[in-house]
């Protein structure tokens, strides 16, 4: 697998990903996305609202602001208990977060084959993470196990602080008569104030979900590894109201639907796995993540979570609105439960880029060359094909403009008729691009092309009429090679 930098720089020389207002010297831990990026992030966005909502009649959309009213963020818990425990190095003046400081010193026990110190300390560290006074308790573990700041490798730090990771900002054109606004965090809670008009105006009856895709917006102190973790970012999040009882259940189909929905967009399943949470919310009897190996190692990609009736239950006691639910099954009235399922969006799009990531050696003697290749899914590339006109006369160009204008009905296509095919070919290889069609002097006359995949490298003469239908199987037939 190609390392962070690899990919950081590839992002940006295609256009993937540029730093935000980069003249300026950049902004941390904000990103824009570029002419692929944006097509990428449509693309994986679009299959999960149909995996999630097109795809399940008990499942709709909703698209609700990013402002809330302040109280929600009480109610949530998000004002008094969303917070990161942050530590510095007094040497260089850097932040870390406790808490991945001593799982970084977990992992190095583990590499080192020390399996038995590793779980002694694993064992600790989730004691800690579920004692009343957490950062005391992760700020001692850093203090006895002596674990030196991974940068300047000294051993001199603060105390541990839990520091809020809500935006704030504010309403109003006075500053006297301004109220406090939080820019929203997740995105969930959108989900949770409208349960009961999207449950009558939509005719849903429990089980049923509500998903969003959206911004949410969290100070991150420590933000590093491209757009793994950034302060502002998309989520993409399903909440799924049921009866109390049966939360387990929908716990467990969620999770193998999400599971599978991941491998379905070509992620190659032995870098996906399951993480139980080592400390569950106090409010939430289940919790795990699914993890990917990226190349700084196994992270969170997405979380499913069975949150009980909390959510509902604050949001009835601080509005005073009732939002209980008239079973007619069984004529009772209860809170429903909520199953959560919950991913980044961004995060996602950087396991995509590194899972697609792939240099192979192509040619033969001493032709061979290294190619780049983003082996996407097909149905997530920027650019599902590429048109190319052998040379630009003899009538070429104007079939080869035919074929790309009947393709544009249906996909995102590109036309390059610059310099040689081989180069054309390995130009978008690099960007994911998975048929090139090639127009030459047969076409004119025949009025047939060719197709070259971008994995096999194979090549396939067709009637130009039947592309787009050779497209649209191919991309229903795909599996990533063995
Ligand atoms: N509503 C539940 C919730 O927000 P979370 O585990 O805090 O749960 C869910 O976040 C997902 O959102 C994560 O698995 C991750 O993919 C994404 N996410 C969270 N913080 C992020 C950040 N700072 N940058 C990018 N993605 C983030």
């Known amino acids: ?258 599971m599978a929905w991941h491998v379905a967009n070509g992620i190659r399943a032995d870098k996906l796995r399951w993480h139980d949470h080592e400390k569950l919310a106090h409010y939430a009897d289940a919790a795990k993540d699914v993890q990917y190996e990226f190349p700084f190692g196994w992270n969170e990609i997405e979380g499913i979570h069975s949150r009980t009736d909390y959510d509902l239950s604050r949001h009835q006691e601080y509005s005073g609105k009732k939002l209980e639910y008239f079973d007619p099954q069984t004529n009772e009235r209860y809170v429903p439960y909520v199953v959560e399922t919950s991913v980044g969006l961004d995060r996602t799009i950087l396991m995509v880029l590194c899972d697609a990531y792939t240099e192979e050696e192509v040619g033969e003697g001493d032709k061979t060359e290294t190619r780049t290749v983003l082996k996407f899914h097909p149905a997530l590339a920027p650019f599902t094909a590429a048109v190319f006109p052998l040379v630009k006369k003899d009538g070429m160009p104007e079939v080869a403009h035919a074929v790309e204008a009947d393709l544009r009905k249906q996909f995102n296509v590109t036309y390059d008729e610059k310099g040689a095919v081989g180069r054309r070919y390995r130009r978008q290889d690099e960007i994911g691009t998975p048929f090139c069609i090639t127009v030459d002097g047969d076409s004119v006359a025949d009025g047939t092309v060719t197709v070259r995949d971008r994995d096999s490298m194979a090549q396939e003469r067709i009637p130009a009429e039947n592309v787009r239908r050779y497209i649209e199987d191919k991309i229903d037939a795909w599996a990533p090679a063995a």
């Open 1 to 258: 697998m190609a390392d962070l930098d690899t990919i950081v720089s590839l992002s940006k020389r295609r256009g993937f990903l540029f730093p935000s207002s980069e003249i300026y010297g950049g902004l941390g831990a904000v990103y824009d996305y570029g002419p692929l990026g944006v097509e990428l992030k449509r693309n994986v966005r679009e299959r999960w609202w149909n995996a999630m909502v097109r795809d399940h009649d008990n499942v709709v959309g909703i698209d609700a602001a990013i402002l809330m009213h302040p109280t929600v963020w009480k109610a949530s818990g998000h004002v008094d208990a969303f917070s990161d425990p942050l530590i510095d190095d007094r040497a260089s003046g850097r932040r870390y977060r406790a808490d991945q400081l001593i799982e970084g010193a977990i992992a190095k026990l583990e590499k080192k084959g020390r399996t038995d110190n590793a779980a002694a300390l694993q064992a600790r560290f989730v004691e800690a993470l579920n004692a009343d006074n957490a950062a005391a308790a992760l700020g001692q573990i850093i203090q006895d196990e002596e674990i030196k700041a991974p940068d300047s490798g000294a051993f001199d730090w603060t105390e541990v602080r839990q520091f809020n990771l809500m935006f704030e900002t504010a309403t109003g054109a006075l500053a006297e008569e301004a109220s406090k606004l939080y820019l929203r965090p997740e995105t969930a809670q959108g989900i949770f104030v409208h349960f009961k008009d999207v449950a009558e105006t939509a005719r849903q009856q429990v089980p049923f979900g509500i998903a969003q895709v959206g911004k949410a917006f969290r100070n991150e102190i420590v933000a590093r590894q491209f757009i793994f973790r950034m302060r502002e970012f998309e989520q993409m999040e399903m909440q799924y109201f049921v009866q109390p009882g049966s939360q387990m259940d929908a716990y467990a189909e969620w999770a193998e639907k999400r």
